[in-house]
């Protein structure tokens, strides 16, 4: 019995590219981090995500996009978050995302988004950090 | 009834979400069950107060038996009779990360958009049973949001992790013809919690060998062991021994439920419909025999017990009282002057001062 909050993160694999190599390393990496990931397999629906996120109560759902369809994908799971009540959830993320899309994309409340050979280990700090954030204010 | 402790407003708050049928309310109070986090009896307590409703279902098996497979397929003829359904579904967390990946959702996703059904991964959170310190809590929740249904997946099980004995009405356990032979599941435990046993991956070669090898021992525990084996050398060893036995029940448990051994492929769905009518019957005898009853009053004593044992190590550990003599238990021990016993003796009656 550990007084010590579980951070509990869904990894999705959102669309129709069946890469999924780059959500089993990072999910991996959660894991070992000490995270509950949950994993739900690939070509999920922005809809399915946002349904296992709530179901889940997770506080982290973290994406990987390669489809080049992020600009579509990441806010449409956000406004579907905020409409089931979740808004309290960090939406994060990986892939192939050009800078200025990045930029746009953290504008409307996504949180940072990881481009290709990031080490594992930004994320999970960056996760870290936002959790205890959220959990001292 | 006597009440736990004053609800606090977070708590009334969700309660009150909880009540109104709410799936986010559903969802946070999990949370706040299996983090035992504040307010957490209190809750169960409320929720709990009209007592068991929901028919609950375990399923059990090795790792890769296709449990989640055959939840699914579960699932989905459930909701054809118009039930909802409420899963729970296992994992490991890691002894060394604290991490967990849970992934039984990847074999649900046919069914995860359904409104009618909800799914829970829970992570071990280094318990030993095959379920989750809070498992059994968690379907309690479940069952007092309404779902008429609980299917509970355990991970993948070995010889001993047998708690969900203690959180389902109906246990299935689901083996494969990759698992071993029978003797495997003969060794302990499997064999003594099944109520229904189900070869799954049926169409895979071994599975006929897998189902007679596990009737035969099902046999042997009910003391009927030689009722399948055709006459040899002349004798019918059935027939010969027959007068000797008063009755001639198949593989019975001692209370009259005879434990079936059944075939499915969860991918097409063969088998499933019949799975589904032998744990209704497996209800109906749980119902008319008194079995039903006699179960969750061991639940509910089980659970006392739970919960007093937990309030009981926390109530000592907190007490610095206590910590001292521990600390101080170990130097002694270290310098030779006393034993764990003396030292556990010494906290015992200060506890109990």
């Known amino acids: 019995m550990s007084d010590e909050r579980k951070i509990r993160i869904l990894v999705a694999k959102p669309g129709l590219d069946g890469h999924d190599r780059g959500a089993k390393v990072i999910a991996s990496a959660f894991r070992d981090a000490g995270f509950e990931v949950i994993y739900t397999g690939l070509h999920q629906t922005p809809e399915m995500i946002v349904n296992a996120a709530v179901q889940e109560d997770v506080d982290v759902v973290a994406m990987s996009v390669l489809s080049g369809a992020h600009m579509t994908l990441f806010p449409r799971v956000k406004e579907l978050l905020d409409e089931s009540g979740a808004d309290h959830v960090l939406l994060t993320g990986g892939g192939i995302i050009p800078e200025d899309d990045v930029a746009a994309l953290e504008e409307r409340g996504i949180g940072r988004l990881f481009g290709p050979g990031t080490p594992t280990t930004a994320a999970i700090e960056y996760v870290r950090e936002w959790f205890a954030a959220q959990n001292t204010a | 009834m006597t009440p736990v402790e004053p609800l606090d407003t977070t708590t009334a708050e969700l309660l009150e979400r909880f009540r109104d049928g709410k799936i ?114 968690v379907v309690d929740l479940m069952d007092g949001f309404g ?29 494969v013809p990759e698992s071993g032979d029978a003797i495997q599941a003969m060794k302990a435990g499997l064999m003594e919690i099944a109520d229904i046993f189900v070869v799954n991956k049926a169409d895979r070669p071994g599975s006929a060998r897998l189902v007679k090898e596990l009737r035969q021992a099902l046999h042997l525990r009910a003391g009927s062991a030689l009722k399948d084996i055709p006459a040899h050398h002349g004798v019918d060893l059935g027939q010969a021994m027959k007068k000797e036995r008063t ?64 309030e009981l190590m926390r109530i000592a550990w907190r007490r610095d009282e206590v910590v001292d003599l521990l600390r101080e238990g170990v130097e ?22």
Not at chain 2, 333 to 346: L, N, Q, W
């Open chain 2, 147 to 175: 779902f008429p249904r609980v299917l509970i997946e355990t991970v993948g099980v070995g010889q001993t992790e047998l708690e969900i004995t203690a959180a389902a009405d109906t246990v299935v356990v689901v083996l």
């Open chain 2, 332 to 353: 002694e021990i270290a310098g030779g002057e006393e034993t764990p016993y003396s030292v556990a003796r010494r906290i015992v009656e200060v506890l109990l001062r």
């Open chain 2, 247 to 310: 009755t001639d029940a198949p593989a019975t448990e001692p209370e009259g439920w005879s434990v079936p051994v059944l075939t499915t492929n969860a991918l097409t769905n063969d088998g499933v419909d019949k799975l589904l009518r032998t744990i209704d019957e497996h209800r109906s005898w749980l119902e008319e025999s008194g079995q039903l009853e006699v179960r969750r009053r061991d639940r509910a004593e089980g659970r006392i017990r739970d919960v007093v044992n937990r």
């Open chain 2, 24 to 137: 986010p309310g559903l969802a946070r109070a999990i949370s706040v069950v299996e983090g035992e986090r504040s307010g957490f009896q209190s809750l169960l307590h409320t929720v709990m107060a009209g007592g068991p409703q929901a028919k609950r279902v375990g399923v059990t098996g090795p790792p890769g038996a296709g449990k989640s497979s055959l939840v699914a397929a579960a699932a989905t003829s459930y909701r054809e009779r118009d039930e909802r359904v409420g899963v729970v579904a296992v994992d490991p967390t890691s002894p060394y990360s604290g991490g967990a990946l849970l992934g039984d959702r990847i074999r649900m996703n046919d069914i995860a958009m359904d409104p009618g059904i909800f799914i829970r991964s829970m992570a071990t959170r280094g318990s030993l049973g095959g379920l989750a310190t809070t498992t059994k809590e």
